[in-house]
């Protein structure tokens, strides 16, 4: 299994990104998905996260302002992220665990909100 993340980068507060997670080797609309973000010093936190029957989730802080969705065909995870604050700096991670509660990580992607 890989997932493979990208689509982050410098943007300027109240900017916009969307950061997409590609997935090889398995399906990810058959499993639990989410978007994780780490901040130096801080530990690793949940943003957003997707469920097999596409119900969502998110953290207080990005409520309103980010949106996690998925693409079957392209078996990729996506996070919209609009409104972004110099809070929201972080490395972004995607997650999947499967059924049997095996969790696979992608490498990060780092998100700088400066400006």
């Known amino acids: 299994v890989q997932l493979q993340a990208s689509g982050g980068g410098l943007v300027q507060p109240g900017g916009s990104l969307r950061l997409s997670c590609a997935a090889s080797?398995?399906?990810?609309?058959?499993?639990?998905m989410g978007w994780y973000r780490q901040a130096p010093g801080n530990q690793r936190e949940l943003v957003a996260g997707?469920?097999?029957?596409?119900?969502?989730n998110y953290a207080d802080s990005v409520k309103g302002r980010f949106t996690i969705s998925r693409d079957s065909a392209k078996n990729t995870l996506y996070l919209q992220m609009n409104s972004l604050k110099p809070e929201d700096t972080a490395a972004y991670y995607c997650?999947?665990?499967?059924?049997?509660?095996?969790?696979?990580w992608g490498k990060g992607t780092q998100v700088t909100v400066s400006s």
């Open positions: 997650n999947l665990v499967t059924y049997g509660g095996t969790n696979y």
């Open positions: 080797r398995i399906i990810i609309s058959t499993n639990r």
């Open positions: 997707i469920t097999s029957a596409g119900s969502t």
